[in-house]
């Protein structure tokens, strides 16, 4: 048995005026929750520091590079560092990084329990676009502010496991957990701020919204006999609401937990590693069963393309 205690500690809404301080303390008092209940582990949702800016349409840079770090941790980042070291808590959470070279990135990090970062990955599959779109309701820019991420699906040992990390879209792409899979990711762990409307489709509902999410998540979990930790943060910001549904899910697909209020919740699971094995070495067993001579599209071939 392996067990990591592992909380999923989901955000409410992060309003544009909300200070790093303001949300650093709702962090916070998340953990301190957390270490009450055993944590090991404990993931933040993607862009975890600020309100999800990308809705915005900017076109000065300066004002743009006020959502970004240029430091982690950083003045108003290191009391959570400080506390999660006293705690011995492993923290997982998203941030906007501008880098010393002035590159953007929708950046996800992972600490170990002394709070030294031992895992870093920057997403991949950015959504929305980069020019103002007048046919939407509001705005998804990531497109326009971010680069697509450099280090590819990293797998990492800590925790006495094999860990990894995505970032909301990248959730809803086989891909992404299959490469993770191809190195033996024993827990995948991932932020998001997924919009509770479709600004494309208003007609869709809650509820099929909700639907694709788990199911993304939990094929993720099944097919790559893996942990996979999704955590959201949720609510209205400045008049647009995100979905909830946070959730922990076991090497079979099954949910453990999920959150039920669109605030600051914490879930928490012991997630047992080695109930990765069975499925590993049976239907999951990659090595025996891939045949990856049919896969070379997966590589060849970015968009679809029907025959004649
Ligand atoms: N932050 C995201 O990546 N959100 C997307 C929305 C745009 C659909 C998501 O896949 O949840």
Known sequence: MREIVTAALQMGPIQKADSRRQVVDRMIALLDQAHAAGADF?????????????????????????????????????????????????????????????????????????????ARYRKVHLPGHSEYDSDRDFQHLEKRYFLPGDLGFPVYRTLGGLFGMCICNDRRWPETYRVMGLQGVEMVTLGFNTPSVNSQLPDEGLQDRLFHHRLSCQSGAYQNAT?????????????????????????????????????????IHPCDLDACTFGKTTIFDFKRHRRIEHYGLITQRTGAEPPE
């Open 42 to 118: 404990a993931v933040f949702p993607e862009l975890t520091l600020t309100t999800f800016f990308p809705r915005w349409y900017m076109e000065d840079q300066a004002e743009v590079d006020t959502w970004f770090e240029t430091q982690m941790p950083g003045p108003e980042t290191q009391p959570l560092f400080d506390k999660a070291k006293d705690y011995g808590i492993a923290i997982s959470f998203g941030f906007a990084e501008l880098t010393p070279e002035g590159r953007h990135f929708n950046t996800s990090i992972q600490t170990d329990p002394s709070g030294e970062i031992i």
């Open 227 to 267: 942990w996979v930790v999704a955590v959201a943060k949720a609510g209205v910001e400045d008049g647009h609401p995100l979905f909830g549904g946070s959730l922990i899910i076991d090497p079979n697909g099954k949910i453990v937990a999920e959150t039920q209020t669109e605030e600051d919740e914490m879930i």
